[in-house]
């Protein structure tokens, strides 16, 4: 298997628990705010830390999720729905207990899209969320 590129089959994504998805897609949507801050310009250690923490706390995701909800397929929502619906352990103490469901659901969505190997799905939905942002640029 290429563990770099993965392209399992959706029988077999579906095993993994919800919150093993949003473990990869935590770090899958963290990979792609890093690559989209550097793209822009940014080499400040410090201010690319900060602005990586801007975009992938729970209440930025949680807006993200926001914008592109409309435009998931059925079976899109249904993960979403049902990362956002696991039980999570503890929430961190600047995320409402909400926001940080709503983000687990958007990081489920984004591992199990990716260990499928749907990188152009996965850049649409990117694309959508980056639509009118600002303050990285």
């Known amino acids: ?12 994504v579906n095993k993994i628990s919800m919150l093993g998805l ?8 963290e ?3 890093r690559t989209m801050l ?5 080499s400040n250690v410090t201010q690319l830390h900060n602005l990586t923490v801007s975009y992938v706390k729970a209440p930025a995701q949680a807006k993200a999720l926001e914008k592109i ?11 979403y729905k049902r990362g956002r619906n696991t039980h999570v352990h503890s929430v961190p103490h600047n995320a409402a207990v909400s ?4 983000a687990t659901g958007l990081e489920a969505l984004f591992g199990w899209l ?14 959508v969320i980056m ?4 303050h990285a640029s």
Not at 1 to 12: G, I, K, R, T
Not at 38 to 42: D, E, L, T, W, Y
Not at 131 to 134: G, L, N, S, V
């Open 114 to 127: 990716y260990l499928q190997g749907k990188r152009e799905r996965i850049q649409e939905l990117f694309a």
């Open 31 to 33: 990979l792609l705010i």
């Open 131 to 134: 639509e009118d942002e600002d």
């Open 1 to 12: 298997m290429n563990y770099f590129s993965p392209e399992m089959n959706v029988q077999d």
């Open 38 to 42: 550097c793209s822009k310009g940014h």
């Open 22 to 29: 949003a473990h990869i897609g935590d770090a899958v949507y």
């Open 99 to 102: 926001e940080y469901h709503t």
């Open 69 to 79: 909800l409309p435009r998931l397929t059925e079976e899109e929502n249904v993960i």
